[in-house]
């Protein structure tokens, strides 16, 4: 009898009269390279020391200078969608990751997960017989599946990852992340009074994988992908490493911005004759600024600084850990950002960054008295448009935005074996999708037409590998589209088409721009009313690639996608009565109740041994977020609206043994009530003056409090002492997201 399998031997009555046959394990061959693709978030084009910052990347410019720096390098312009890109080789929209990974809008290009008729790198490296790991942020998997409950499919070790270590969201708290490993959650192995920091955990992997890998299977190449936290806010950072960048930016972003262009001009990092562009609407002059928004704002850069010095600290630990185990020769480097420098700290910076999602608006004034905390753990801050815009240099707008500014990155490849010229540069035009079949030329690998019986989306991207012993050679990708929340560009062939999309507005009124990009690099001189018939021919094959690329229709949401209402097509639908029955693991935001903005009520049914306290259900972090807990036998709610705690305290002491507790939280307006309900009746009453519509990126837990407590009264995890048989949670209103505001008050829009 034989297997399932196909066998090459020969079975007979006896082994006398057999030959047996062992087929051979996958293997790309003895001259296949270990590949370690660097992703870091948020990262501008300028702000690497290597692209022309003094920002300290001692260990990133090392990297450059054993290998190439490429000038001219492409992205999209958001997380998510530069993954699906970066991961398959195809484009964003193709594969079904037009935005976020939390949004699913009932169209092809928006699935909340890459198509599995485009196998990532990583499912066609297995394949061919390559140990895979992925550490760090993933973002891929809709929002609604990335829980315990699954399922599985789209998580890391679903899309051919071996082993994982990170978080599933888009962001996380540097010193209290939401951890999985593999395909279950974790805890930090440290607390940040203990020294953890995310960055330095993920390192630890990093090089833990690697070195089980290699030690156990040296015969084995390896493909680690490595996506930081970093730079996303919030920008976090050790003490010590925030000390060291005390008024190093007090002369503000103009002088900023005028310094490292001047040194991208004395490095070449941009070409002859480019110009800085001028300041974006919205950008004041830095000597306009009053003390308070000077002072806020040059913090909130240093948080920054702090926090890019820290991680590349990090990578000069991988480095060395990786030429320590005596890999360097044979290991191919790839290090790149997912888009330009962000937006989303405003005008003005926030200390935490989930006051823009709920309209509010925080002025310097305000914030000024809190600086003391930016960059720390009790902070979840970005900085404002000013310093996003250095950070560009020498482009125009950010990160969201089809300009240059939001998809123009540093890449630098290290490649021991072909790269002669360490410390060269590379002016040829490339995009994110070319990364994958660059390393599929490395490695001599093809991949396949047809993948576990799914006929596969074609390749939309060409290897550069041309490019290493051939600085002055004609790129060979000449036409590439750009689209993002209606913002739109096409490049061909050194000019480039641009539009920058007002959200709400029809489509048809949008402008376009044109510039000669290769002789223009920062879009300074619009062309568009010199050139009309160049700037029509353009758009028109615009519209032919969203046609062939599966842009349309075009969607100009963002924010308003984490709105409650779209939970109602989710298996998480906002009237759905969730029902909570400890031991439970840490849950997702997008995967809990969506209790911010709504009205709701909740139910704890215990069993409480006299003097058990402890907490019943929290949601967020010391940050911003919600607990109901019990403490010294009263039952206790404290809503934490960014540091302003609502504290509700029962009137008397809670029941032992069995009992029923609870709260019914009660929207009006922009506020709303809270009532402590014990066996049924109800209690305490606290009003809250503002109700927070997106309350954390951390979602709940049941029966502790998960990361940074939410309370100051007690220390995480403060696990109930008692018995949980249920914690039930019912939505009974609806409200609004307060963050479409929130982008109208601050002149942010969809820019």
């Known amino acids: 009898m034989t297997g399932p399998e196909p066998f090459g031997g020969v079975i007979g009555r006896t082994l006398a009269e057999s030959t047996p046959h062992f087929p051979e394990r996958p293997h790309p061959g003895d001259d296949a390279p270990n590949v370690v693709l660097i992703l870091l978030d948020d990262t501008g084009f300028a702000q690497l020391g290597c692209y022309g910052s003094e920002m300290a990347t001692p260990n990133i410019d090392r990297l450059a200078a054993d290998g190439l720096r490429y000038t001219n390098f492409h992205v999209t312009p958001l997380c998510s969608p530069t993954r699906a890109s970066l991961l398959t080789g195809r484009d964003h929209h193709t594969v079904g990751m037009r935005g976020l990974s939390n949004f699913n809008t009932g169209f092809p290009h928006m699935r909340g997960h890459v198509s599995n008729h485009a196998a990532t790198v990583a499912e066609v490296l297995r394949d061919e017989g390559y140990a895979t790991f992925c550490v760090g942020k993933w973002h891929l998997c809709p929002m609604e599946d990335a829980s315990v409950a699954g399922p599985f499919d789209q998580w890391p070790l679903g899309r051919g990852f071996e082993r994982f270590y990170g978080f599933m969201e888009g962001e996380t708290d540097q010193f209290h992340p939401q951890l999985v490993h593999d395909n279950h959650p974790v805890d930090p192995p440290a607390t940040p009074d203990e020294g953890y920091h995310l960055t330095e955990d993920l390192v630890d992997r990093s090089l833990r994988f690697v070195n089980e890998s290699v030690s156990i299977r040296p015969d084995r190449p390896f493909f680690l992908y490595l996506a930081l936290g970093a730079m996303h806010a919030p920008h976090q950072a050790p003490a010590e490493y925030l000390e060291r960048w005390r008024g190093r930016f007090d002369d503000g972003w103009d002088v900023a911005r005028e310094r490292w262009f001047a040194r991208q001009v004395e490095m070449g990092i941009v070409p002859p004759g480019t110009e800085l562009a001028p300041r974006n609407p919205g950008v004041d002059p830095w000597d306009s600024l009053d003390e308070d928004a000077r002072r806020l704002a040059a913090r909130l850069q240093e948080a920054f600084a702090a926090f890019l010095e820290h991680t590349d600290d990090q990578l000069g630990r991988l480095f060395a850990g990786l030429d320590r185990l005596g890999l360097r020769d044979d290991t191919v480097v790839i290090f790149l950002s997912d888009n330009g420098a962000s937006q989303e700290g405003g005008p003005f910076g926030v200390l935490h960054e989930m006051k823009f999602f709920n309209g509010i608006l925080e002025t310097p004034a305000e914030a000024v008295a809190h600086v003391d905390e930016i960059g720390g753990p009790h902070s979840h801050a970005n900085y404002p448009w000013g310093w996003a815009q250095a950070g560009n240099t020498p482009f125009k707008w950010y990160k969201q935005n089809t300009h240059e500014g939001g998809v123009h990155v540093p890449l630098i490849v290290r490649d021991p074996r072909r790269i002669t010229d360490g410390g060269g540069l590379r002016d040829q035009f490339h995009h994110v999708t070319d990364i994958v079949p660059t390393i599929y030329d490395l490695a001599g690998v093809t991949p396949p037409a047809v993948r576990l019986g799914r006929e596969q989306i074609p390749i939309a991207g060409v290897p550069f590998t041309y490019t290493f012993g051939a600085a002055d050679a004609p790129s060979t990708r000449t036409v590439q589209y750009f689209e993002m929340v209606g913002h739109r560009a096409l490049y061909e062939d050194g000019w480039k088409v641009v539009t920058r999309h007002e959200g709400g507005t029809p489509f048809d009124d949008d402008v376009w721009e044109l510039y000669h990009v290769a002789a223009d690099r920062s879009e300074c001189h619009d062309l568009a009313a010199e050139q009309p018939d160049r700037v029509e021919a353009m758009v028109a094959r615009w519209w032919e690639e969203a046609e062939a690329k599966g842009v349309l229709p075009l969607d100009d949401r963002l924010i308003e996608l984490f709105g409650s209402r779209f939970r109602d097509r989710s298996v998480h639908p906002a009237d759905r009565r969730y029902v909570y029955r400890p031991p439970l693991s840490p849950l997702p935001q997008q995967v809990g109740p969506a209790i911010g903005g709504r009205s709701w009520d909740l139910r704890a049914t215990v069993d409480r041994p006299p003097g058990a306290g402890g907490v019943l259900f929290a949601v967020g972090t010391g940050n911003s977020g919600l607990t109901v807990h019990v403490m010294e036998d009263h039952l206790v709610f404290d809503y934490n609206c960014f540091g302003d705690h609502h504290v509700a305290r029962s009137s008397g002491p809670v029941p032992t043994g069995a009992t029923v507790l609870g709260v019914d939280f009660r929207r009006d307006g922009r506020g ?80």
Not at 731 to 749: K, Q, S, W
């Open 672 to 751: 709303g009530t809270a009532t402590l309900v014990v066996d049924g009746e109800p209690d305490a009453t606290i009003e809250i003056p503002r109700v927070m519509g997106v309350i954390s990126s951390i979602g709940p837990s049941v029966g502790f409090d998960h990361g940074s407590p939410v309370s100051d009264a007690y220390r995480s995890p403060n696990a109930f002492a008692g018995t949980i048989d249920s914690v039930e949670v019912q939505l009974v209103g609806r409200g609004g997201l307060g963050a479409t505001e929130a982008a109208e008050r601050m002149g942010m829009g969809t820019q």
